[in-house]
């Protein structure tokens, strides 16, 4: 199992949760600050990166990946946040 965490075009460095570890955790029953302390992996990626690997202290894989925004919506939608 490998977690996916997609990263902006500009972005320098990343923090996410491992979702293995998490799992884990959850399975452990360990506490809720336990689970994500547990899970934390923080790194840095160069800009010229489209897809970067990382590893989390359990050693799951974590593959990084740059996506561009996505597309406007093509019709809107009240429930949707409008940023300016």
């Known amino acids: 199992m490998s977690n996916v965490v997609w990263l902006s075009p500009s972005a320098t460095e990343f ?3 491992c979702e293995a570890c998490l ?3 959850r399975a452990r029953g360990s ?3 336990d689970a994500i302390q ?3 992996v923080r790194g ?3 800009t010229d990166a489209a897809v970067a690997f990382a590893r989390c ?4 894989n974590l593959v990084l990946r740059r996506v561009e925004r996505p597309p406007a919506l093509a019709r809107a939608d009240e429930r949707q ?3 300016g």
Do not use: I, K, N, Y
């Open 57 to 60: 202290r359990a050693g799951h």
């Open 31 to 33: 506490s809720f600050g």
């Open 38 to 40: 547990d899970a934390s």
């Open 81 to 83: 946040l409008q940023l």
């Open 15 to 17: 923090s996410c949760l």
């Open 44 to 46: 840095t990626v160069g």
């Open 23 to 25: 799992e884990a955790s």
